[in-house]
Every structure is written in structure tokens, then in C-alpha cells.
């Protein structure tokens, strides 16, 4: 999840093992965020509330894991938890439209029911 944020600043870091160059002296600009840096969970967040803001979801006021999109159709809700969505709502082919849209921004697999 944390490689679809985008950096705002500029980033360089050491060559990582097992991709030395032969000039020790060179490093990598990061273009992503990756796992590890401070501000990677941010980078998806922004990335992911534009996403789905072009989607009609909105943050909850209670908790901005939760987005709402409530139109003619119905109420649709996706609870985020780091790259994991859980979509609720009472209208089945609702919720295929809505798993189709974010798709289409991003690379998914759909995993079913919750278990749990």
C-alpha cells in the first residue's frame, strides 16, 4: 500500500544490499514512499482520500478510517485498516460497483467475506 503514496519532498537514500553499484559514492532518490519512512502511512492516506474522494467518499467525522458515500442508490461504507477495506452496505450490487471503481484506482484483490 505504502509504494501508491507519493512523495512531496525529496528523499535519498544509501544503496540497499544487493544493488551496489560500483560507485559506492551514488545513492537512490526515491520517487515512492516505501515501508520504513516516517511519513509512508501519510503518503497512502492523501493518496487514498483523493481516490476515493473522486469516488463521493467522505472521511467520518468520528473516525477518518471510516468513508461514507451516501447518494440515490444507497449508503455505502469502507472501513480502511492500513491496505485492507471492509465494505458494508444494504445493497449488494452496490458494493460490486464500489469494489469495480476502487479497482480501477488501484490494484485489488478481493478477498471475500470477513471472517472475523
Not at 532518490?29 to 476515493?52: D, E, F, M, N
Not at 458515500?69 to 465494505?87: A, F, P, Q, R, S
Request: net charge neutral; with cysteine.
Amino acid at each position: 500500500a505504502f509504494l501508491n503514496g507519493e512523495l512531496e519532498e525529496e528523499l535519498w537514500m544509501q544503496q540497499p544490499p544487493g544493488y551496489e553499484s560500483k560507485d559506492p559514492n551514488q545513492a537512490c532518490r526515491l520517487k515512492r514512499s516505501i515501508y520504513g519512512l516516517k511519513q509512508a502511512p501519510r503518503c497512502w492516506y492523501v493518496k487514498l482520500v483523493a481516490a476515493l474522494d473522486k469516488l463521493g467518499f467522505k472521511p467520518s467525522q468520528a473516525d477518518p478510517a471510516l468513508f461514507i458515500k451516501k447518494d440515490e442508490n444507497g449508503i455505502v461504507y469502507l472501513l480502511v485498516h492500513v491496505d485492507d477495506i471492509v465494505t458494508t452496505s444494504d445493497d449488494v450490487e452496490l458494493i460490486k460497483k464500489v469494489k469495480a471503481a476502487v479497482g480501477e484506482a488501484f490494484k485489488i484483490r478481493d478477498l471475500g467475506e470477513a471472517k472475523v
